[in-house]
């Protein structure tokens, strides 16, 4: 049966990075961390409270297109609290956000660009889940044109997303996907047009019961990042740099039973290495994602 709900949810901490490293931002990275999105737990939640923690690690290597032996390391956590009403729209959850990014590369602990989220709308049937948001991310972090790595960007970008997952109640199968386009506008401050980025993650994966001590999955998580449009402008000083990333790598979650009435902690680990990258930042993502439903 198709079911919807409205959400309203509040972003405690969205990527309040700690990193280290010096990286030429504009050129070696895009706002979509791969592995971000993908699987069950990133589809709108049922009605009442969820309340959402997720921590990345990016750990990399890039030589020969900046500089040679050029690395860098971003640890950054986001923190979200959602409440769902039982109202519908258009049979929809909608959850309107508003939140603080965090550069991925920067060398000092700061905060930086805003991402709003305008609508966000989910749908559920079943053993399936498909939802369509809109991210739009301000450049409202520190930027200075002189520096190497910066906490924001200074250009906007708008990111419309679809999701689909289908989780299985009988055998415990999981099909998840998240695609995506970013649009971006110039960096006026050093007269840089980042390309448009498409990007795709998929999750497959296996959940069972063990005895009574709640859910267990292990499967494969897998991004496919594609500039599609070239880097220009007079600061492209280094060509088009037409991204590609690629890779896959194991996913670990677990549900817990219903606790204190309908109260359900979910982990999740997720670890991506880079199969493929021409561009950009080579490295491995690390997730840890917790959530708690009630």
Not at 126 to 139: E, I, M, R, S, T
Request: glycine residues 12%.
């Amino acid at each position: 049966m198709k079911r919807g709900r409205f959400s309203i949810i509040l972003v405690l901490f969205l990527w309040a990075a700690f990193s280290r490293g010096t990286v030429f931002a504009d050129e070696a990275t895009g706002r979509y961390i791969p592995g971000a999105l993908g699987d069950f737990l990133d589809i709108s939640s049922e009605q009442g409270w969820s309340l959402l923690d997720w921590y990345n690690h990016f750990g990399d290597s890039l030589g020969g297109i900046l500089a040679k032996s050029v690395s860098a390391t971003n640890d950054a956590e986001m923190a979200v609290a959602i409440y769902t009403f039982p109202c519908a729209i258009w049979g929809s959850r909608f959850s309107p956000v508003i939140g603080r990014a965090g550069g991925r590369f920067t060398s000092t602990n700061l905060v930086g660009d805003i991402a709003i989220v305008p609508f966000r709308l989910g749908w559920k049937s079943n053993d399936f889940k498909w939802g369509f948001q809109l991210d739009v991310y301000a450049p409202t972090g520190q930027y200075d044109a002189g520096q190497l790595a910066n906490p924001g960007l200074n250009y906007w970008t708008l990111e419309p997303l679809v999701s689909f997952s289908y989780l299985s109640r009988d055998t415990g199968l999981e099909l998840s996907t998240t695609a995506g386009v970013d649009f971006n506008t110039k960096n006026n401050a050093t007269d840089y047009q980042s390309g448009s980025v498409f990007h795709l993650d998929a999750t497959v994966a296996e959940h069972l019961p063990v005895c009574d001590l709640g859910l267990f999955g292990a499967g494969v998580n897998a991004i496919y990042w594609r500039q599609f449009s070239p880097d220009s402008g007079s600061g492209a000083k280094l060509g088009s740099l037409e991204t590609l990333i690629a890779g896959i790598g194991p996913i670990f979650s677990y549900v817990s039973p219903k606790f204190y009435g309908n109260h359900t902690v979910i982990v999740e680990v997720t670890w991506l290495p880079d199969l493929d990258c021409s561009g950009a930042l080579d490295g491995d993502y690390v997730w840890f994602k917790a959530a708690c439903e009630f």
